[in-house]
């Protein structure tokens, strides 16, 4: 097609030339096409006889003067794309992410008992907090945050009544109430039941919607946790 093209230019182009009525700025314009013509097609014919390439696309746009233009358009190859990263590099990074102090990072005995159960991710810091990380990406973050801070609140040694109706208070207005924006999910029976404690507050008030948050937990989201990307992603990097 290419060859038909020049072919069909060169004819083109050398038909005016024998026109005697073209003043002569445009018969050196002329002359000067059907040089370039030859030469592109001479590049063309050498090019046929190498090697196949791959196809490039080439666009041909005429003016009104009838000198022609050539425009080659290459497209990236598919294969120019950056490389992308490595899962297994990811991984081999991702405990570093999560864990910066090296004091804190899981060994690989934990992050393997963590399959083993819901209450071996809950029993370290560790897992607890990947766990969290899990949660935020599910938009439940509130469940575990509501379990840490009613853990804290009942190991906590602090005697003094008013500082520890003040906190129950606080976790109350955080997770249970419901103009609250982090409100833990709770059936209506542990409701009235905490809100009927809250009348005298004190380290036992959230027992029963702590255990009902830990079972939610246990049963909905854990079972997805083991099974996520996050998780298998550790576990990789932990056994690298």
Not at 9 to 38: E, F, I, K, Y
Not at 102 to 125: I, Q, Y
Request: glycine share 2%.
């Amino acid at each position: 097609m290419v060859s038909a093209v020049m072919r069909n230019s060169t004819v083109s182009s050398a038909a005016v030339l024998h026109d005697g009525n073209l003043p002569g700025s445009t018969m050196c314009q002329v002359q000067r096409n059907v040089a370039a013509s030859n030469q592109v097609r001479s590049a063309a014919s050498r090019q046929s006889t190498t090697t196949p390439r791959a196809a490039v696309p080439v666009y041909f746009s005429w003016c009104c003067c009838t000198c022609s233009s050539i425009i080659v358009k290459k497209h990236s190859s598919p294969n120019s794309v950056g490389n992308q990263p490595s899962p297994y590099g990811e991984a081999a990074s991702l405990i570093i992410k999560h864990f910066p102090s090296e004091h804190e990072r899981p060994t690989t005995g934990e992050v393997l008992s963590w399959s083993n159960g819901f209450d071996k991710v809950m029993s370290t810091p560790a897992g607890r907090h990947i766990f969290r990380e899990f949660l935020k990406a599910e938009f439940s973050e509130e469940n575990i945050l509501f379990w840490n801070a009613v853990e804290e609140l009942r190991t906590s040694k602090e005697s003094d009544p008013q500082i520890i109706e003040d906190r129950v208070r606080m976790i109350y207005e955080d997770f249970i109430s419901i103009l609250s924006p982090r409100e833990v999910s709770l059936d209506s029976r542990v409701r009235e039941l905490v809100n009927r404690k809250m009348v005298q507050p004190n380290i036992m008030t959230f027992d029963e919607a702590q255990e009902q948050i830990w079972m939610l937990m246990k049963r909905d989201s854990y079972p997805r946790f083991i099974m996520s990307s996050i998780y298998k992603r550790l576990l990789e990097s932990a056994m690298a």
